[in-house]
């Protein structure tokens, strides 16, 4: 069918099967690019021949053995260079017969870079933990973005860079309360854990992505949505003992002897 098109750096199988396969046995495989006739990948003799394909694939092309048995003798591509563009005919010898096919590829180099963050704002209370989202997705590797950059807009505020594969915070009201998720950064995920919420932090967060000489950015609206249950039980417990501290001076101040303005009974009678 057409050609499979597919983002440089990424991974592409090419289809190969067959619908008979009377026996494994003299099965020859042979993957190769056209034109060049470059040998990209040869199954013989019941394994790979890895001394016989090109260099350039080497480590990038796999063929799997364990697909033999349900006829099919696909390969995937790893790591796609633009290089890669063209023609790769698969043909299956075996025994007597041979039969081939032709995969095209198309590697799509076209530059981008989006930055999305969360369309809905997120809504947190004081003292919580909070994620602002940003995903990345771009023909460059996170690993080789120029900046990262987290901001607050709405007061021009540095929350967090990230240069040189490494996070740095220099603002003093977030430094050490914010921090990227090192583990999802390989993903382009450049998410923002913010901890400990407080009332100031309230407003729009921008994730400013700079790479290839390109930018891109999306905004994250942080709403605050007042306490939270801990929060509350404090103020009630403060409320409920201001209210007893309140109580229990009005209690000595009417038992006190010199102000006589709480006590009743005291009445004059004439007969
Ligand atoms: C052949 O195997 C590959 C790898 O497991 C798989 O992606 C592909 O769908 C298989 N093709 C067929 C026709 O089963
Ligand atoms: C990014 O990572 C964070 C933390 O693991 C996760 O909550 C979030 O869903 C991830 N975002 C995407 C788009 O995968």
Request: proline share 3%; with cysteine; aromatic share 8%.
């Amino acid at each position: 069918s057409g050609p499979l098109v597919a983002p440089l750096g990424s991974s592409v199988v090419l289809p190969c099967s067959v619908d008979e396969l009377l026996s494994v046995e003299g099965l020859e495989v042979e993957w190769r690019k056209t034109g060049s006739e470059t040998l990209v990948h040869l199954y013989q003799d019941g394994e790979s021949r890895a001394e016989a394909q090109q260099q350039d694939y080497h480590n990038r092309a796999h063929f799997f053995t364990e697909e033999i048995q349900h006829k099919n003798f696909s390969l995937r591509l790893d790591d796609l260079r633009a290089e890669d563009e063209g023609l790769y005919k698969c043909t299956v010898y075996s025994q007597q017969e041979s039969g081939e096919t032709v995969v095209q590829i198309k590697v799509d180099n076209v530059e981008r870079l989006l930055v999305s963050g969360s369309s809905r704002s997120i809504s947190a209370s004081v003292g919580e933990d909070v994620t602002l989202n940003c995903s990345v997705d771009s023909h460059i590797p996170p690993e080789d973005f120029e900046e990262v950059s987290w901001k607050k807009i709405d007061e021009d505020i540095q929350v967090l860079l990230y240069q040189n594969n490494e996070a740095h915070s220099s603002n003093e009201r977030y430094i050490d309360r914010v921090e990227l998720f090192t583990a999802e950064i390989p993903k382009g995920n450049f998410s923002l854990r913010l901890k400990s919420i407080r009332t100031e932090d309230k407003g729009v967060y921008m994730c400013e992505v700079f790479a290839g000489g390109l930018s891109a950015n999306a905004t994250v609206v942080l709403e605050q949505l007042g306490f939270s249950a801990s929060h509350i039980m404090v103020l009630i417990l403060c409320i409920s003992a201001s209210g007893s501290a309140l109580l229990l001076c009005c209690l000595i101040y009417c038992r006190s002897p010199t102000k006589g303005m709480c006590i009743t009974g005291k009445y004059s009678y004439q007969p």
